[in-house]
């Protein structure tokens, strides 16, 4: 266990635990030792669901120790259960963090013509086919920024990682 995130935060709605979930609409359906995964009761969709560490940690940022070694296996293994149990084609991730400062992974089984929302760039957006049959997302609401700023941060970005030896 880290000792930079408490196992449990007061006022946190997700450390409550299952305890939590009617508020939410949700109702719990699975967990081991340092995961849990809770399913919404109401929505658009079927099989939307969350996966969240039973230990508080406040955003995926802040993932380390036990959870960050298993992260990627459990996220499978219940993805996988999802897209079985729904009948969905895919499985869409989305992870916030603004709203509950607790990590929790939306996971949101997809089928054609749901209501879910596949945009990263808000408003009136285009897609251009690329040759090799990829899009690229053109907003009609905002502008590009300066291919100088992005390649700045692609810079940083690229440095830090080389840095820590995460690359
Ligand atoms: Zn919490």
Redesign the pocket.
Known sequence: MSDQTAL??PG?A??LGPAGDPELDRVHVWEDRLWRVSMSTSGYTTGFAYLEPKR?IPHVTDLDGEEAQTFGTVLARVTAALKQASGAEIVWLYVFGGGIP?LHVHLAPHREGDPLNSQIVRGDVVDEKLPSGASRIISRDFPELPAAEIQDVIDQTRSALTRTGVL
């Open positions: 449990q935060e946190c997700i450390c508080h607790h």
